[in-house]
């Protein structure tokens, strides 16, 4: 009780002079409850404070989240748009000057206008991201497909949780990426987490999971490196990137063979057991350690302890997703689940660690190549015509499904995609085999870019859109659990700067198309026509009204309409979204990575992320505290590994793949496996890791392998000797 008081008192703590807007993160899919301190005087935002009162982050915040606010009136924000008068400077900052919106609106229309009159309506594409909220995202879809008619619409969630999606559409039919709230965390008896770097990625998750050990439950951790995570698990499997699939594998074969199977439940609610059984039998302990490069004592140990937990949650990430294989992997992984019939009720169950902001809720409405709002498909002719009553076209004018993000700059490549309109992501710096994507970005006749500063993406744009903040608009993100929560606006956009359903209206009346856009004047209408396109879909949002959101603190999908209060947990009757309502338990056969080390490049690169960077590091990188705090990438080498290299702690070595090269500070650590290396991937230009990543695809969800290629370092003084 005196908790809760303190809580209350310091939650409603103003300032003279100032206000506090309710608001979340702009960052990963933790979406942490914060207040924005804004001046009342200059209206201007100016601090933040935690919010005690949310119930999934209770007062916690990590780096990223505590100076977000300096995002929204930082120096370096876009205040005018922008146009290139120097095609000759494209690739580089330089080469631009400042237009007013009238002026680029009006290129923008003649430009896509011609592009469609001479190569067709799909020589036009769109690429999105999720950090919006879905009133935009579910806008940038009908933008794509209405006011510019072009199939080619993806997004950067291809690269983040396709393949979890891909995975929880085959195991249960359905894709939300945790069956359960994160309240049910902290009272399982085991977590299995495998592939995520949760205390740096989801930091603010970590008090739960601490917990669970705290009340003498277990925690088992799959990662190739020894993260603060790792240190501190029951059991840490510390495998080769890469061999997930062998390391799920095995340890099913343990639970069937040790008698934790539930049959039951695999009888009454799943398919496939059989055939899975008879797979994994050739994964002993032996044959996954051999290929895995775990120790069979290990093995054994997690199926022991995960079989034996009454209540437990198998919970993944990118370290698993991020392969040519990642639907396999996180079907593997869901079905030590099904199989053991520890799902389907509170604190037991599956989740992913979702990973933007509006990861969840941004894939289904729309912005991916073959999805329309409610996560209908563009290839189901019933689905079409629901969105097309929203909308007001008819079926034989909605384009067919495109092509996957990746897909889409090898169709520029080769100029069947002449014109881009880019938002809300930076590939540029993010996308694998950037030497590719980067070729692909200049060789566009014509490209828009909308964001708030200038990215490295938008060094090859024509034109530059300037976009506001997370702060300066409003509308809903649904968080990793799969609640659907309230952005509010804490200050007017600054300078010219607008939010992107504001663009896209005034662009489709500049495109002949006003009569689909006029009516959405504000994030409110444009948030009411997306309810409605949702609605019948089976992420269905139309239940989840403002007002709802704020009176519950937000509303877990499926709300279907105005009395339901949502779907905190999925899969309570039993019943999967498959027709016959089944669950399907996967018979997977291993895979090794695209690219096994040789002798030319023996070691295995794997990247990931730090806790002071987002992402591209567009947003970070100019906060002072984090650039001082990470300033710059490096690569992360054992002390055996290093002495066979003669390399030394912060000496700067040359790091190399078939693709490309970097130069990379190095840092010694025993936490990683000898024959692996580690980049963060937060930094551009010649620091980009993905110069140096694979570009091979996984064939259900396109996702591309950023966890595992085969790589080679040298000392530079050799290079210089030669
Ligand atoms: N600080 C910070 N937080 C973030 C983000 C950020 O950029 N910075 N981004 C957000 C987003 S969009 C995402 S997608 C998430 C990502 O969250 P995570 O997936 O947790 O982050 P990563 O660092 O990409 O990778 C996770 C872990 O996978 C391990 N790994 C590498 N290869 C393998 C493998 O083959 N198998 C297994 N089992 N593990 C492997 C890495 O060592 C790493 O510890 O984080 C979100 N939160
Ligand atoms: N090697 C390697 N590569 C990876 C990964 C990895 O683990 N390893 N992870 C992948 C993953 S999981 C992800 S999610 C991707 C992310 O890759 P990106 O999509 O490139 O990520 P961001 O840096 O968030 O890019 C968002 C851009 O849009 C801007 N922006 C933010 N909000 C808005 C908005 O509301 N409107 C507009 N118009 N602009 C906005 C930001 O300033 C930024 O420039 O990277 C992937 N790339
Ligand atoms: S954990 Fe994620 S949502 Fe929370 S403050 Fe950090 S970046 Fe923001
Ligand atoms: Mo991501």
């Not at 879905?134 to 080619?152: H, I, P, Q, S």
Request: proline share 5%; aromatic share 10%; hydrophobic share 35%.
């Amino acid at each position: 009780m005196q908790r809760d008081k303190f809580f209350k008192e310091i939650n409603n703590l103003t300032h003279p002079n100032e206000k506090l807007i309710k608001t979340h993160c702009s960052y990963c899919g933790m979406q942490c409850g914060m207040n924005l301190r804004v001046n009342t005087a200059t209206n201007k935002i100016i601090g933040v404070e935690p919010r005690y009162d949310w119930p999934v982050t209770v007062g916690k915040m990590c780096p990223k989240g505590v100076t977000a606010y300096q995002q929204t009136n930082h120096k370096d924000r876009l205040l005018k748009p922008l146009i290139r008068d120097d095609a000759s400077l494209k690739g580089t900052k330089e080469g631009f000057r400042e237009a007013s919106w009238e002026e680029v609106y009006d290129l923008i229309a003649v430009k896509f206008q011609q592009l469609q009159a001479e190569y067709g309506k799909d020589s036009l594409s769109v690429f999105s991201g999720v950090s919006m909220t879905n009133e935009k995202c579910y806008l940038t879809g009908k933008f794509a497909r209405v006011a510019l008619g072009t199939r080619y619409i993806d997004y950067n969630g291809r690269f983040c949780m396709s393949s979890a999606a891909g995975g929880f559409l085959r195991s249960f039919g359905v894709d939300r990426g945790s069956t359960l709230p994160w309240t049910d965390i902290h009272e399982t008896d085991c977590l299995f987490i495998a592939g995520s770097n949760t205390s740096e990625c989801h930091p603010t998750s970590m008090f739960r999971v601490w917990s669970v050990q705290e009340r003498g439950g277990y925690l088992i951790v799959a990662d190739p490196r020894e993260t603060p995570l790792a240190r501190r698990a029951d059991v840490h499997l510390d495998l080769k990137p890469g061999t997930d699939l062998a390391l799920a594998n095995g340890i099913l074969h343990l639970l069937i063979e040790q008698g934790y199977a539930d049959q039951a439940f695999i009888r009454q609610h799943t398919n496939g057991f059989e055939e899975t059984k008879e797979l994994v039998k050739a994964f002993t302990p032996d044959y996954t350690s051999e290929l895995t490069g775990v120790s069979v004592e290990k093995i054994i140990r997690a199926a022991e302890i995960y079989g034996k937990a009454p209540n437990a949650i198998v919970m993944f990430a990118r370290g698993i997703e991020q392969q040519h294989k990642g639907v396999d992997n996180v079907s593997a992984y869901v079905n030590l689940a099904l199989v053991t019939g520890k799902i389907g009720r509170p604190k037991a169950g599956v989740a992913t660690f979702t990973g933007q902001g509006n990861g969840q809720g941004g894939r289904e409405h729309g912005q991916k190549a073959d999805l329309l709002p409610g996560y209908r498909k563009i290839t189901n002719p019933k689905h079409v015509e629901e969105v097309c009553e929203v909308w007001g076209i008819t079926p034989e004018e909605m384009p067919q499904a495109g092509v996957s993000a990746y897909e889409m700059f090898e169709l520029m490549e080769q100029k069947t995609i002449r014109g881009l309109y880019l938002l809300c992501s930076n590939p540029a710096v993010s996308a694998p085999h950037l030497n590719f994507v980067r070729r692909a970005l200049k060789n566009l006749d014509f490209m828009v870019c909308a964001d708030f500063y200038l990215s490295e993406s938008a060094e090859f744009a024509d034109v530059i859109l300037p976009s506001v903040t997370w702060s300066e608009d409003e509308g809903t993100v649904t968080n990793l659990e799969g609640r659907i929560i309230k952005i509010n606006k804490a200050q007017e956009p600054i300078g010219e700067s607008k939010p992107d359903w504001q663009m896209q209206v005034e662009l489709a009346e500049r495109l002949g198309k006003g009569k689909y856009f006029s009516h959405l004047q504000t994030a409110k209408d444009v948030a009411e026509e997306f309810r409605r396109a949702s609605k019948g879909g089976y992420a269905d949002y139309y239940g989840a009204t403002w007002d709802k959101i704020d009176k519950q603190d937000g509303v877990f999908w499926p709300c279907k309409d105005e009395t339901d209060t949502g779907t905190p947990h999925m899969f309570l009757d039993k019943k999967f979204y498959h027709e016959d309502g089944r669950a399907k338990i996967c018979a997977l056969p291993y895979r090794p990575p695209a690219e096994e080390p040789d002798e030319t490049y023996p070691l295995r690169l794997t990247t990931g992320r730090v806790v002071y960077h987002y992402l591209s590091g567009n947003q970070t990188r100019r906060i002072p505290f984090l650039h001082d705090m990470c300033p710059e990438p490096y690569v992360e080498v054992h002390p055996e590994t290093a002495s066979q290299y003669h390399i030394e702690h912060e000496e700067r070595v040359r790091l190399f793949t078939r693709r490309g090269e970097s130069v990379y500070r190095v840092k010694i650590t025993e936490a990683i496996r000898k024959d692996t290396v580690f980049v963060p991937y937060h930094f551009g230009h010649e620091q980009s890791i993905n110069l140096l990543t694979i570009d091979a695809l996984d064939p259900i969800s396109r996702m591309p392998e950023f966890k595992a290629c085969a790589a080679q370092i040298e000392k530079l003084e050799q290079k210089k000797v030669q």
